[in-house]
């Protein structure tokens, strides 16, 4: 039953894998490129959901739901955003036996469907900003995938907002990039780094896509959630038009904005060790494990209403269970759920009930300390605390270790094909030049700094001038 | 901007259709057979899931997520199935461009999806019983369309259970629609009648159907919930085994059971009016809708504070909203919240705020009654429990005066072609006959129910003896 995970240092991508499947997160489907979602990994799921839902709708944007079957011609509608996704559609030709006069595609994002129910909703200036969000799954065809990080199918966030001006959407755009930075800063424990995308890597149909990145452990970049600034393309390939305040028509401005259950995998890889998975407490679905320990009757006796007390303490404050399981040994009730990743433990045995305390064990770096039981509650909500921070200072900590500065070309070839990291370099900003990095190393331009210091300098690639250092990285 | 809702008596069809548009519940889209629901529409099904989640996880279930695309074969695999959704599938036959070497069909419902995985996840009696429940979008190609009622996608919860025996899978199957029941009844306000379907109205794969049915405004039946005991039928098709405690084999007993969207239908024309809407307290998005009513700034300068002031004093315990729109005129604002079915407006005017007190308006009843300040907390809830309980009553009321027993056919058609109303009849139990029924009538067999008192009868259509009555009525 049990089964072994690989150790990072010896096979990285067999690892996570590992810790996936047996920290039963996903599963595979009997549907190419299609995964199932189990409960643990929903649960967390759950309560990224929950936390961003608020978030979003704090932002003044509501929630609605589109059709998942677009028309393929308005798919084509917009010159960038057809080329772009054409290659990953998935295309129903039959519906109730008969072929279909128009093919559908299922949507592999959702600004074409919504755009045209936008001409229909938008009609003057007090019809603007319009904000709305859907939590939707989402197609798209892809050759070669992995759980969470790729699928075929997955579900996320899509957030779809119409503004009168382009400062408006704008401001939008970057404000929903700052909602994303703090959810990966202070929910997920990851440092990002807030960037623009070169045109090479903007979203199609986009004028601008902003993003936040983390570096997972391997060094690789992971785009944690990502913010287009859209200008007028959509508003122009659905005719969205408003009236002005002064009479004027004119086509709006928009933004759309999402992120996916692709932040699973971005968890897993930023914390996880080669036990398993270490989930941050603000999103562990089980915060608290107590495993009550007995051997014999007379220990249950003294052990149950201890157990039964020390949940009591809890439950109302954190997320908790109870391990009463007596169908595995201790030492597989502990594992599971550290390969589970839950945050704490609490063993409660007959020495513990004897000295009146438990002991609390720490997944993040093993501490374990036996705790008075009146000073559970605190000490427990303490310790949760100091495992989110020092979770992100850990990954701050890899983040800082691993983003270099060079001039050279050879070193950076030499540190990306190496050690990996983030490569903080001139960029002169030609498409040439970034996909001969592609092309050789395989690193990709992840990030174009919001505020960066202005630095004369050349690029790194040919030469000629640049005003300011990029990030490049390989990346997931 | 203010179109016009038909009236229920002139035409009832209409007024569905005009309630649900003016309330932006639901908008028509350009994708056939789909529609689109808007934030207001969505906001209900977010209280609906809330509410709905949290009694399914009480269960013991936990939510999953499985892939929206099937394998044809899948779909195959049990014969009852496959006769049954086979006319309704949207087929995928290319993805990424290319043929597919086996179509995919979008979910028409998930057991054949789900049952593959509980094939490799279930193991033994300790992996049992297993509970999933899974809140997803599915497609049904659908040629007669309504907006929430009848569409070719809507969304849902399924849940799916595997236990090791016939008697524990007939329990938690009619444990769920006892839960169904207490929602219909105590949340939508909506009585319902429990019973168990006939084998021509069964769900497709199922051993037996068991729904709560309430009755429209227009004396038409609602399935508002189904549960299925599938025997062992699922599990067989995908060979589903445990290893019992003594060492067999055998094969798992399952149920699924699910509501959908459609809820939302069943509360627009279970307690709307002409007005539009009237949503019971505990779904309703938006409890309450203060509205200050000022002409002049002086005014403004007394009212606002006390609306400040009440906002506090409710907010923290109802879902409320102020409308501090200056583009619409009051009578305007007032018809809106109305026709969104808001159950309780608060006015507050200058001459209201000369006396320390504010006007509450019901909608349900439209009675209005100036209250001191100190006392609106107290008020509101009381009112709003009121309006849950009076809404129930009503909808109690128009069931028991529209159920009728009789012994003869020709006044059961014409009850059924007249009035309508639910047909408590003795049925003999043959297809031919329910067949006879429906064919002449267009009413169908909607319920047998659970615990009938016996009485020896004849059936209505054939004469021969029947044990006990059933329930015939029109349908949506």
Redo the contacts between chains.
């Keep these: 039953m049990v089964h072994e995970i690989a150790k990072r240092e010896d096979d990285w991508s067999r690892w996570y894998t590992d810790v996936v499947l047996q920290a039963e997160l996903a ?1 595979y ?3 190419k490129g ?6 643990y990994g ?2 967390i ?2 309560a990224i959901q929950g936390t961003l839902d608020r978030m979003i709708k704090a932002t003044g944007a ?10 393929e011609s ?1 798919i084509r509608k917009e010159a960038e955003h057809v080329e772009g996704f ?12 008969k072929l279909l006069e128009e ?2 595609v ?1 949507r592999p994002t959702s600004e074409t ?1 919504i755009y ?2 936008f001409a ?2 938008i009609m003057s200036y ?1 019809d603007l900003p319009l904000r ?1 969000n859907q939590w ?2 989402i ?1 798209r ?3 070669r995938t992995r759980l969470f990080l790729r699928t ?2 997955f ?1 996320w966030q899509e957030g779809h907002t119409a503004h009168a001006t382009h400062e408006e959407a704008e401001e939008e755009a970057r404000k929903i990039l700052d909602m994303y930075r703090t959810f990966a800063e202070d929910w997920m424990a990851i440092p990002v780094i807030q960037g623009r995308k070169s045109e090479a890597e903007k979203f199609a149909g986009a004028d601008v896509t902003y993003a936040v990145e983390g570096m997972m452990q391997d060094r690789k970049a992971l785009q944690v959630g990502t913010s287009h600034n859209l200008g007028q393309n959509f508003a122009k390939a659905f005719d969205v038009t408003y009236q002005t305040r002064e009479g004027r028509r004119e086509h709006v401005w928009s933004t759309s904005w999402g992120v996916s259950t692709r932040l699973i995998g971005a968890l897993v890889m930023a914390h996880g060790d080669d036990i398993g998975l270490i989930l941050p407490p603000r999103l562990a679905p089980v915060q608290v494990v107590i495993v009550p320990i007995w051997g014999s009757d007379e220990d249950y006796g003294k052990v149950w209403p201890v157990t039964e007390k020390v949940r009591g303490m809890l439950s109302g404050d954190f997320r908790l269970t109870v391990d009463t399981r007596d ?1 595995l040994s201790l030492g597989r009730k502990f594992y599971d759920w550290e390969r589970k990743g839950v945050p704490l433990r609490i063993e409660i045995g007959p020495k513990d009930v004897s000295r009146q305390a438990a002991l609390l064990c720490r997944r993040d770096n093993k501490a374990k300390e036996s705790v008075p039981l009146e000073n559970i509650p605190l000490t427990v909500g303490k310790w949760l605390d100091d495992i989110q921070r020092s979770l992100f200072a850990r990954s701050q900590k890899l983040l800082e270790e691993h983003t270099y500065r060079t001039d050279r070309y050879d070193e950076f070839r030499e540190m990306i094909e190496g050690e990996g990291g983030f490569l903080f370099v001139h960029w002169c900003g030609s498409p040439a030049c970034e996909t001969k990095v592609q092309e050789e190393t395989k690193a990709t331009l992840r990030s174009i700094p919001l505020e960066s210091e202005k630095e004369e300098g050349k690029c790194i690639v040919c030469g000629k001038p640049s005003p300011e250092r990029v990030y490049f990285a390989k990346a997931y």
């Design positions: 599963d489907s009997p549907v299609c995964m199932v979602i189990r409960p929903y649960a799921w759950e509501q929630n609605a739901y589109f059709p998942l079957l677009i028309p308005y054409a290659p990953e559609l998935a295309v129903v030709t039959h519906g109730g036996g093919p559908l299922l469907i045209s129910m229909k909703w007090r709305i939707a799954n197609i065809w892809e050759m075929t199918e579900l169908t």
